[in-house]
């Protein structure tokens, strides 16, 4: 939009000493709102560290789910059990987390690959140069984690392998049942929100992202016009409506 036009933004997190992610002013109003109507649970393939770096509006949530439903925070300290039982999950359906890294990174190139990563013990992801990534390589990674009970997804400049029991939807649905909820909403625009959307009452995905790339839709999800900062206001209006 024109310069002028453009909303007013409240940092919500400092990365490194440097500002990093944003809502707007409208958006931090909502947000509080929202925390005073219904149980708001922050939900996110970041680690445990890099959630602690964002500070967003209201009370602070009493649940959040991290590394992509592997920790079940409550009152900001994982749940052990709910990590016991993600762990015994993941031993018993799928491959070790070192076999899928190791085959990972043997089969990326220097050229492209800028940083390997192990997220919690749970999962593991390559940074890349996405211009200079091969076509198919991701493709193929991911025919050959899919028999060992990984998935594997390109997302900006991330490529992840995850465990197909890992996912944001069965920790949602756990946190649903200890409050008791009459009703789940849910909003994400990433491949890895999926599951998450199609486990809620109503979902909402935004016009930007993974799953608007690949036209991604299902029964009970809004597909908003809305992209980029603004989408987050639109999220939290429909959230709102809805309660």
Known sequence: ????????????????????????????????????????VPTTTR?????????LPGA??????????????????????????????LDSECAPLGEVRERMVAAADPAWLLKERVAEDLFAYLVVDRAALPEGWVKELGE????LGW??????????????????????SEVARRVGAGLTLGAGDSL?????????DRGWRPGHGELADVGWASPGVTVLAERGVV????????FLGAV
């Open 60 to 89: 602070a949530p009493t649940y959040a789910i991290c590394a992509n439903g592997g920790h079940l925070l409550v009152d900001g300290v994982s749940d052990p059990e709910w990590r016991r039982a993600v762990g015994e999950r």
């Open 47 to 55: 680690t445990r560290e890099q959630y602690g770096r964002v500070r």
């Open 231 to 238: 989408a987050g206001e639109a999220v939290l209006r429909g």
């Open 144 to 147: 050959w984690a899919d028999g």
């Open 1 to 40: 939009m024109p310069d002028a036009e453009a909303p007013r933004l409240l940092c919500v997190e400092v990365y490194e000493g440097r500002p990093l992610s944003y809502v707007t002013e409208d958006a931090a109003e909502l947000l509080v709102e929202l925390g005073r109507r219904a149980v708001f």
């Open 192 to 200: 890895l929100d999926a599951d998450l959307l199609r486990v809620v």
């Open 151 to 172: 998935g594997v997804s390109l997302q900006g400049r991330k490529v992840y392998a995850v465990p197909k029991p890992l996912t944001k939807g069965a920790a949602v």
